[in-house]
């Protein structure tokens, strides 16, 4: 929270236009340190001012910002109201870090004086808003052991033009090796055989399981194919929770609060601000 009154006032005038643009009010410029001059003839000091035209009347609001550590007298709010008086048809808000005490409450009240408190927000404040959100995301992943291509022999034998003793190679990643059918259309790959290895959500080890295929080959690094009738897999199923925690603190810059209805709104750093959940 700002420290110095001028910080305090800016602070309040950026609160205050974040306002105006969630309610969707435009062309609304919000002042800070604004001088006025009363019917008296007398120039008045106004922390943050603004107004607006609405079915061609037009509204005025003066806003007048105390960075205190105590409570605000009723003397405060006299010395505000005389001002208000002096400059006519001008909507009064006093902002506020600590409070009121009870009567500068009754003064404001029959005076139609808003009263807000603008600070950090406190426990109480989160009553009935979610503070902390905490995501737990649990990763279940296959570690692959073995990759076993079970191969068709009697079609090796009769067609697969392989010479004894040949060694037969096929490399790349597991998406890029893929496994066709007769016509030369793709089944699948390896990559996807990985990812849809069957397990029971839990960490497990030396688990087995085999595709079957009836019509499948493998297309080799030098340009033959190699019938499979299936690919055994040997593998560990591994767990991992990983856990990531958003803080209100961390993202709460201030609140806003209506003194006299109990209203609040959250402003975060990120410059957005939203009413309090009820």
């Given at each position: 929270m700002a420290s110095s009154g001028s910080d305090y006032e800016k602070l309040t005038q950026e609160i205050y236009q974040a306002l105006s643009e969630a309610d969707g009010v435009e062309n609304i410029d919000i002042q800070h340190d604004v001088k006025l001059e009363g019917r008296s003839g007398c120039k008045h000091q106004i922390d943050v001012y603004w107004e607006f035209n609405i079915l061609g009347e037009k509204h005025r609001v003066a806003v007048e910002c105390k960075d205190y550590k105590s409570e605000v007298s009723i003397g405060r709010l006299r010395d505000f109201f005389g001002v208000l008086h002096d400059l006519g048809n001008v909507k009064g808000v006093f902002v506020t870090k600590v409070g009121y005490q009870s009567g500068a409450k009754r003064y404001a009240d029959y005076y139609d004086i808003s009263l807000k408190e603008l600070r950090f927000p406190t426990a109480s404040d989160w009553e009935g808003r979610v503070k902390d959100i905490v995501i737990n995301i649990t990763a279940i992943t296959p570690s692959i052991k073995k990759r076993e291509p079970i191969c068709d022999n009697e079609w090796i034998i009769k067609y697969g033009g392989f010479s004894e003793g040949e060694k037969i190679s096929a490399g790349g990643y597991?998406?890029?090796?893929?496994?066709?059918?007769?016509?030369?259309?793709?089944?699948?790959?390896?990559?996807?055989?990985?990812?849809?290895?069957?397990?029971?959500?839990?960490?497990?080890?030396?688990?087995?399981?085999?595709?079957?295929?009836?019509?499948?080959?493998?297309?080799?690094?030098?340009?033959?194919?190699?019938?499979?009738?299936?690919?055994?897999?040997?593998?560990?199923?591994?767990?991992?929770?990983?856990?990531?925690?958003?803080?209100?603190?961390?993202i709460a810059k201030a609140i806003l609060k209506d003194v006299q209805s109990g209203g609040i709104h959250f402003y975060d750093k990120n410059g957005n601000i939203r009413p309090k959940r009820t």
């Open positions: 597991a998406d890029q090796l893929k496994i066709y059918d007769s016509e030369g259309c793709e089944i699948t790959s390896f990559h996807e055989m990985d990812s849809k290895l069957p397990h029971d959500w839990k960490p497990e080890v030396d688990k087995e399981h085999t595709y079957e295929f009836d019509d499948a080959y493998i297309h080799t690094d030098n340009g033959k194919r190699l019938k499979i009738t299936g690919v055994k897999y040997q593998y560990d199923i591994l767990s991992g929770t990983d856990q990531s925690v958003t803080e209100g603190e961390l």
